[in-house]
């Protein structure tokens, strides 16, 4: 009989439910030194360190080049970073969308990358040739390159510090409030500590510095210069001003004036010894002291009898260009006397951030006080008076008269150089031009005011005598320098460019304002003629200015070539 084998009864099974309210939580660890680059970052990145090889105004050295290309990557990372997380705030893209966005990257950067390093090689190549200046060697890219990847590689790790910091602020404040406060708390702690760390030790530090090494070099004194014995110069022992208190520059200003023999044999007639007279900083307490010290100084080497009164407004440091003034007094034979005031011991770009009152104090302490003394004159017996500023001299000088009707009637001539963006009558003169001049070369009929982009194209003006002229190289970074470069395109990128601006250059947002910015640090090193360097050009705008009786072109070509050589 066979066996039959019943089912076995069902039993339920009891499993053990565990709800998601009694689940252990897992929080994820954030990685953020090591976490990985941003899409979006790399992305804009590539873009900002093609731009930088883009020409600018003046050409770089490798290492500037390689300095100035992983500043700008790095902005562009942040940039893009920030660009990035703003997006994933509305759409977070899946994973395949990352990848394909990578392989785009390696596909593109590379050969981007390796076009924009071929075309900058040979833009900056160009620019020195336009330029007059020596080509740089082959292997200088691979520096370029290698320096860029550095300075790169160390921002971004500064900003991972940062990051992680901010993390861990948060973490601390997590333990109070909630996760999206902890996070926000944590940011701007470390925003706050970091801008404390920048301002109030790197930036305050770094201005101290300057300040303490600008004034120790303001107490020396240059190679070969020494007391002069003509009692006609500032710092003699006849002089009111004694020769410790002029200042370094102050101390080169009255003892660089060519010799009587020097100046006899350029004129071919017997000269006189040109009166030259400065004050520094420590010559009196104030500014108008330190006017009328001048004035009496003028006073006593009787001045106000030579043919030629000229007033100079130098630099942050005090300086003035020696060629500036020897051109006067080679033209005239010297039979001049020409002045100067220091206001600070600064470089201009230093002077121009923290007090740019300064100059203006002192420019119209200087000019004012001058013209005062010589106004009282009768006016067929007084000197020629001239005015010269450069830079931030400039500066000084249009904020003393306040319109350009003012600077036409309150001298016989007034030379400025290398103008700057903040100076006001240049601004509504150039904006007033005549419609078709360009911003480089603007033609202004209205007064006997004269721009030139060339110190040359001074000798061919006809019609009335010009009273002011502006001489603004057209690669001269002060005077295109604005903050506006950020997100406008200037007149001098647009239609005709200045004869030394290449046509390579373009205008593109952020970075041509970077680039301009960085072209100021070296604005000085460019040869004469180009950058900020005018030089011997001051004898064209002198000639167009104030020519003594007699004065030919052929003259003028003698004189540079002399201050020249």
């Known amino acids: 009989m066979r066996k039959v084998v019943l089912p076995a009864p069902l039993i339920p099974v ?5 709800s998601s309210a009694t689940a252990p939580t897992v929080v994820p660890r954030r990685r953020v030194v090591r976490c990985g680059l941003s899409i979006t970052g790399i992305g804009l990145c590539a873009v900002f360190y093609c731009l930088t090889y883009t020409p600018s105004l003046l050409p770089r050295s490798w290492f500037l080049q390689g300095v100035v290309a992983g500043l700008t990557a790095s902005f562009g990372y942040a940039g893009g970073t920030a660009i990035g997380a703003v997006v994933r705030l509305r ?3 899946s994973r395949r969308v990352e990848r394909i966005a990578w392989r785009v990257l390696f596909v593109l950067v590379p050969p981007l990358i390796l076009l924009f390093l071929w075309l900058g090689a040979r833009w900056q190549r160009d620019l020195r040739v336009r330029l007059g200046m020596p080509p740089q060697q082959e292997y200088d890219l691979i520096r370029t390159v ?6 790169f590689g160390a921002l971004l790790l500064l900003a991972r510090c940062l990051r992680l910091a901010a993390h861990g602020f948060a973490r601390l404040f997590g333990r109070l409030v909630p996760e999206s406060a902890a996070y926000c708390a944590g940011f701007v702690v470390v925003t706050l500590l970091s801008y404390t760390a920048f301002d109030g030790i790197l930036v305050s530090k770094v201005f101290s510095s300057a300040d303490r090494s600008a004034a120790i070099t303001d107490s020396g004194t240059g190679n070969g210069v020494v007391q002069p014995a003509s009692a006609l110069r500032s710092g003699s022992r006849s002089s ?3 020769w410790d208190s002029l200042g370094r520059q102050g101390r080169n200003f009255v003892t660089k004036a060519p010799s009587v023999d020097r100046l006899s044999a350029f004129t071919g007639r017997a000269a006189e010894d040109p009166v030259r007279i400065y004050a520094g900083l420590s010559s009196a307490d104030t500014v108008e002291d330190r006017a009328a010290l001048v004035v ?3 006073d006593r080497t009787h001045a106000w009898d030579r043919a030629v009164i000229a007033v100079f407004t130098p630099t942050g440091t005090g300086w003035v260009d020696n060629d500036v003034p020897s051109s006067l007094e080679y033209m005239y034979g010297g039979n001049t006397a020409l002045v100067s005031m220091q206001y600070s011991y600064l470089p201009s770009w230093i002077s121009f951030a923290v007090d740019r009152t300064k100059v203006v104090d002192a420019a119209s302490a200087l000019i004012g006080a001058v013209r005062e003394r010589w106004a009282a004159m009768p006016a067929t017996h007084r000197p020629k008076l001239l005015i010269f500023g450069e830079s931030l001299g400039t500066y000084g000088t249009e904020k003393t008269f306040g319109t350009a009707e003012a600077m036409v009637e309150g001298a016989d001539g007034i030379l400025l150089e290398g103008p700057m963006f903040a100076n006001p009558i240049h601004r509504r003169l150039t904006a007033d031009r005549a419609p078709g001049s360009p911003v480089w070369d603007p033609v202004y009929p209205r007064l006997p005011v004269e721009f030139s982009s060339e110190s040359h194209e001074l000798r061919d003006l006809t019609g009335l005598p010009r009273k002011v002229v502006y001489m603004q190289n057209s690669s001269d970074p002060v005077v295109w320098w604005s903050p506006s470069l950020l997100w406008h395109k200037p007149d001098w990128l647009k239609g005709q460019r200045g004869p030394d601006v290449t046509p390579d250059m373009h205008w ?6 970077w680039q301009t910015t960085v072209d100021l640090l070296f604005a000085n090193k460019a040869p004469v003629g180009h950058g900020h360097v005018y030089k011997s050009g001051a004898v064209d705008g002198w ?3 104030a020519p003594p009786p007699g004065w030919t072109v052929a003259d003028t070509l003698r004189l ?3 201050l020249s050589g």
């Open 14 to 18: 009891q499993r053990r439910v565990i």
């Open 91 to 93: 759409w977070w893209p």
């Open 146 to 151: 290698g320096i860029s990847l550095i300075t």
């Open 240 to 242: 009111l001003i004694t």
């Open 296 to 298: 009496r100084e003028m």
């Open 508 to 513: 593109y947002p952020v970075i041509t304002f």
């Open 543 to 545: 000639a167009a200015l």
């Open 560 to 562: 540079r070539a002399l």
